[in-house]
């Protein structure tokens, strides 16, 4: 008698579903900070290497005689920064983007000036990248909203199964209690499932 208690209150702790901070073991209870260090050297990093690959490449477009395309490569680097690093780094390419492009592809060469010409490729830049931003952040968020859903849905599944368990439990002892000639209709239909 004394063990069949014991073995449903273990069954019961068994089946209940235990909350996020329950889970946690106490080294994991503290915040971490957000950013560690490698991840900030990386975006950082990311940022300024697709703008020099960007130059770079520009560099190589300008003496085949693509002129045209360099514009595209900078677009490019803010973009990629953007969608894999985040705002803010996309805001440094962005800045080190208009003035790599304003130091080696505007007249006059390989000095900072900026000319009528050059406020249109940069109002038509500013553009662009601010919407290639845009689009990160509305992905990022879409994603926030999936994991938030998602976790919703497996404590809400778990919930659900811990109370499908108990209710086979409380089947199966119903069944297993009742007379082995019982007519009773329901009876019989409860204990063949």
Known sequence: MDSAANRLV???ERDRVKSATETQTPATKF????HSSRRIIFRCGLALGSVAAATALGVLADRCDLHESVFTLFVLA?????WYAGV???????????LAFNYYFTGPSYSISFT?????YFSVFALF?????????????AEADLRQS????????AGRTAELRKTKCEHKKFCGSAPACSTSRTTRFLCAT
């Open 78 to 82: 803010v973009a990629l920064t953007s």
């Open 10 to 12: 273990d069954l019961g």
């Open 129 to 141: 990248s601010g919407l290639l931003i845009w689009f990160g952040i509305v992905r990022r968020r």
């Open 150 to 157: 998602r976790d919703e849905l497996e404590i809400k599944v």
């Open 88 to 98: 803010w780094p996309a805001v440094v390419a962005f800045g080190f983007g208009v």
């Open 116 to 120: 009528r010409e050059d406020f249109a």
């Open 31 to 34: 915040v971490a900070p957000r």
